[in-house]
């Protein structure tokens, strides 16, 4: 399986910055990632697909780049509303599998 | 409104069985793969098993083939996770979501998870 590593594993920002997660695939994915985002006790909620596509309703502040095996999630100008933990998805093949998350918390 | 309601979890002996259930509505379900995701208490999200609009295709993670048997009744608009031979380690919410298709200019693939359940916990524990 297509290992996936995230990092940080833990984040810590205020509101109005600009943070960016990385996520790193064992072995070439083209650009078969998504990210999502997951509030304490809430469902995952998807942000970006191939990627870079923003998902529909997804605030712009949320943009995703790469390709191959390095991947970049970023959020500008960051809102209270986005403090949470965030994670990369590999789409390529099976299983699908998840990084271990990063959590964003408030500085 | 598209809507996905999980059920049927709940404490379970080790080596004991359990069918979970996601009821859907607002969006035509036959048209949609569908996945199970788990999350085990306080760690990160785990891909169980997804299967094709018409149940005739299944991927699973390795940790739960054999055991576990994803399927689907497109006249009730309904997924189902039969998991068996249960596992402390299968302990966790389970959440099910529906696998959306995008496809770029090159008529590229790609599936992400648009809509997610509630979740339903589910405990191994003798």
């Known amino acids: 399986a297509i290992q996936m590593t995230q990092s940080p594993s833990s984040l810590s920002a205020s509101v109005g910055d600009r943070v960016t997660i990385t996520c790193r695939a064992s072995q070439g994915i083209r650009n078969d990632l998504g990210w999502y985002q997951q509030r304490p006790g809430k469902a995952p909620k998807l942000l970006i697909y191939?990627?870079?596509s923003l998902q529909s309703g997804v605030p712009s502040r949320f943009s995703g780049s790469g390709s191959g095996t390095d991947f970049t999630l970023t959020i500008n100008s960051l809102q209270p509303e986005d403090f949470a933990t965030y994670y990369c998805?590999?789409?390529?093949?099976?299983?699908?599998?998840f990084g271990q998350g990063t959590k964003l918390e408030v500085k | 409104e598209v809507q996905l309601v999980e059920s049927g979890g709940g404490l379970v002996q080790p080596g004991g069985s359990l069918r979970l259930s996601c009821a859907t509505s607002?969006?035509?379900?036959?048209?949609?793969?569908m996945t199970w995701v788990r999350q085990a208490p306080g760690k990160g999200l785990e891909w169980v098993a997804n299967i094709n609009r018409d149940g005739s295709q299944i991927h699973s993670v390795d940790s739960v083939k054999g055991r576990f048997t994803i399927s689907r009744d497109n006249a009730k608009n309904a997924l189902f996770l039969q998991m068996s031979s249960l596992r402390a380690e299968d302990t966790a919410v389970y959440y099910c979501?529906?696998?959306?298709?995008?496809?770029?200019?090159?008529?590229?693939?790609?599936?992400?998870?648009?809509?997610w359940g509630q979740g339903t916990m589910v405990t191994v524990s003798s």
């Open positions: 998805l590999q789409d390529f093949n099976y299983p699908r599998t």
């Open positions: 191939a990627a870079s």
């Open positions: 607002g969006f035509t379900f036959s048209g949609y793969w």
């Open positions: 979501a529906r696998d959306v298709t995008h496809i770029d200019e090159s008529g590229r693939y790609f599936d992400s998870y648009d809509f």
